[in-house]
Every structure is written in C-alpha cells, then in structure tokens.
C-alpha cells in the first residue's frame, strides 16, 4: 500500500508563505470544508469568510494555510505558525526542479530566468553552483521569504 505525504512548512505568516510557495509551483489553495467555489473565485477571500463566520478570533486566522497541485500529482503543502525563528539549515529541502532536461549554458541561463522570477516573489539568492559533470549539472541555491533553503534545479 502506497502512501501520500504532506510537506509542512513552520512558519511565522502561513497566509504570506503559502501565497509564495502557490506563485513559484503553479499550486492553488483549496476551499474552505464544505464551500464550493465558483470558477475565478479567491480561495483566500472564501477562507476569511469562513473564519469569520466560524467566530474565529481574528489573531488565529493566520495560524495555518495549505495548498494543492491542481493536477493532483505533487504533495500537498502545508504552513503552520510557530513563534520561533528558524535558526540552522534545513535537513530537508525543496528541488524546484524547472531545467531537469536541459545542460550546459542552456540549463544555467533557463535558471537564471526563473531565478529572477522567484526574486521579484521575494526568494533570496544564495548561491550558484556551476556544471560539474559527471556528478553536477549545476543548480542555484535560493531562500523563501522565511529563510528556508531551496534549489532550482
């Protein structure tokens, strides 16, 4: 028996961290239980609704926020409020993987394109690591707003 799993992310502002992580993977957010949305409606608008009229406080509103591949195929993401800072390197990380079938200058400069995207998003650049065959096709390490490590690959 398979199983699926869920990446859960620790974060400060879940609403703010999942809007991130839904632009750079194409993921979206689902409805609040029980709510069916309209097509082109706001998932996040739905949810305040939701949360209002569930008598939710207004100071744990944002104490958590999921997204979903909308094929189905990729894992769900979830982000969860934790009041402490993150302090070390992750163990765990993200491959963003937008050049897997590329090499060479092809591959690097299709990175840097989407690089410059997730910085406009609020990724940090933290390191590039050039072509090392056989053993690297090079990659460039990132940061998400909240600091958690991720590669483009």
């Known amino acids: 028996m398979s199983r699926q799993i869920q990446v859960t992310f620790d974060a400060h502002d879940p609403r703010a961290l999942s809007v991130f992580w839904r632009d750079v993977l194409g993921y979206v957010h ?3 239980p029980g709510v069916h949305l309209p097509e082109g409606a706001d998932p996040l608008a739905a949810w305040d609704d939701f949360l209002e009229q569930a008598g939710v406080p207004q ?3 944002n104490s958590a926020s999921a997204l979903e591949d909308p094929d189905g195929s990729g ?9 402490e800072d993150k302090v070390a390197k992750n163990r765990l990380h993200l491959d ?5 079938d590329l090499r060479g200058e092809e591959r690097m400069a299709a ?10 998003l609020g990724a940090t650049r933290l390191q590039r690591f050039e072509p090392d ?12 707003p909240e600091g958690n490590e991720f590669c483009l690959d």
């Open 30 to 32: 689902p409805p609040p």
């Open 59 to 61: 100071e744990q509103r």
């Open 75 to 83: 894992p769900r993401l979830y982000f969860q409020q934790v009041p």
């Open 96 to 100: 963003v993987r937008t050049a897997s």
């Open 111 to 120: 990175l840097e394109t989407e690089c410059e995207r997730l910085l406009a």
């Open 133 to 144: 065959p056989p053993m690297s096709v090079g990659f460039i390490v990132m940061a998400d």
